[in-house]
Structures are given as structure tokens and as C-alpha cells.
């Protein structure tokens, strides 16, 4: 017997293209993603040095080394994140920056408590008179304080009660921080100051990137890219 085809079932509406939002979210929560990874990987090797016994003749001053230097590298990169919002002329940098910051700071507790734990014993005075006497701890610790408010307040909860302007001022502390964190590498080493030079040389040029002329030339050059970027789509 011949089937009669049912007219009346309804067609399988088709899946609607993801929509030019639906996109930038897909590749924000995946560049968190390798973001989050690429973080974490510094830590999880130096576990992996620590479990194996591979953390050379003086274990302490490598974790401390480590841990500082990463602190300062993720520190400068999350700088790195409004003018290079600025020259791409997109805003979903911005949205990578409190992860960026928060593994600023972890890499900097861990570092703290390496020193404070393992170097100092956990004796107060000792830290204090450290903090005193040692310029380089002075300005290590310095950075340290600067950074504590900004990761408490790094939540939107946070940013809802303080207030944007508030909360943006606030966290104008982290580019002295990384002054800091700079200065407290620059004056550690004592004989090849290459290394730490590079990153204040990287800072210097960040902060200068801040001055209102190189600021809206920046953001004129992004300017510039999203309209040549637009430009094709606009032709009929």
C-alpha cells in the first residue's frame, strides 16, 4: 500500500545562525579558558620541580625567584590590556583582565608567603626589620599591600558598591604596584640587571602609553581598523 505523505507535520524549523554577540562570547569563554590554563601552567611546573626534588641546591630562594618573577610578567601583561583595547579598537580584553590580576596576585601571595614562611619563620619582627633595612623588601612589600585591595575588590559585587569611578580609582594602584614590583626586582639583582630592565623598560613605555596624546592616537588607530573592518560589510 502506498504511504500518503503527512502534509501537515511540521518541518524541523532550522538552527539559527549564532548572532555576532552569540560569537564574542563563545571566544571570550574560550580565550578565559586558555587564559586560565596558560596561568596556571608556571605553578603546576614548579609543583611538579617541588615533588621531584628538581628545585636545585637552595629550594627556597627558587620558589621565591619563580613565584616574583611570574607575579611581575602577569602583572604587566594585565597593564598591557587597555592599550592594547585601545589599538585593536574592541573591548573584549577588558573582560580577560580580572583573571589576568587575580593570578597577579596569587603569584605574589605565594610569593610573600615563601619568604615569610620559609625565609622568616613567621616572626613578625623579623619581617618588619627585613622591610626596614632592605630596600628591595621595602618596595616588594610596598607592591604587595597596593595589590591586596585591588584583588578583595575584584568582584562585580564589589564594583556595584563602590561605584565605577570609585572602583577605577582605586585600581589605579596597580600601575604603582608594578613600579614597585619593578624597583623591588631591579634592586634584588645584584651583578646582570638585564632581565629586570626589560620589564621596567616595558612599564616605562606602558605608562607612557597612558599620556592623553599616545592614549586617542592609540584609540584613533583602533578607530580605524573597526571601520576598515566594517567597511566590507557595509557594500551592498
Known amino acids: 500500500m502506498e504511504k500518503i505523505p503527512d502534509t501537515g507535520a511540521k518541518s524541523r524549523p532550522a538552527s539559527p545562525m549564532p548572532s555576532v554577540a552569540q560569537k564574542r562570547e563563545r571566544f571570550v569563554s574560550r580565550a578565559k579558558i586558555v587564559v586560565f590554563v596558560l596561568a596556571s601552567l608556571p605553578f603546576a611546573a614548579l609543583l611538579l620541580r617541588a615533588f621531584q626534588g628538581d628545585l636545585g641546591a637552595n629550594p627556597v630562594e627558587e620558589i621565591t625567584h619563580v613565584t616574583g618573577e611570574w607575579a611581575l610578567r602577569l602583572l604587566i601583561v594585565t597593564l598591557m590590556i587597555t592599550p592594547l583595547r585601545h589599538l585593536i579598537g574592541a573591548v573584549w580584553p577588558t573582560r580577560l583582565r580580572r583573571m ?3 593570578f597577579a596576585f596569587f603569584y605574589l601571595l605565594m610569593h610573600f608567603l615563601t619568604y615569610a614562611i620559609l625565609d622568616a619563620s613567621l616572626d613578625p619582627a623579623y619581617i618588619v626589620q627585613d622591610v626596614i633595612d632592605r630596600l628591595y623588601i621595602t618596595a616588594g612589600f ?25 572602583w577605577r ?9 608594578a613600579i614597585a614590583g619593578a624597583l623591588h626586582f631591579l ?32 584609540q584613533a588607530l583602533g578607530n580605524l581598523r573597526k571601520t576598515r573592518l566594517a567597511a566590507p560589510k557595509a557594500t551592498p
Open 169 to 177: 580609582r582605586l585600581h589605579r594602584l596597580a600601575y604603582p604596584a
Open 142 to 166: 610596598a607592591a604587595f599591600l597596593m595589590l591586596i585591595p585591588l584583588a578583595i575588590t575584584s568582584t562585580n559585587a564589589m564594583v556595584r558598591r563602590m561605584g565605577p569611578v570609585r
Open 187 to 218: 634592586w634584588l639583582v645584584k651583578a646582570d640587571k638585564g632581565e629586570p630592565l626589560i620589564y621596567a623598560s616595558i612599564l616605562a613605555l606602558l605608562l607612557v602609553a597612558r599620556l592623553p596624546p599616545l592614549s586617542r592616537r592609540l
Open 100 to 102: 589576568l590580576g587575580l
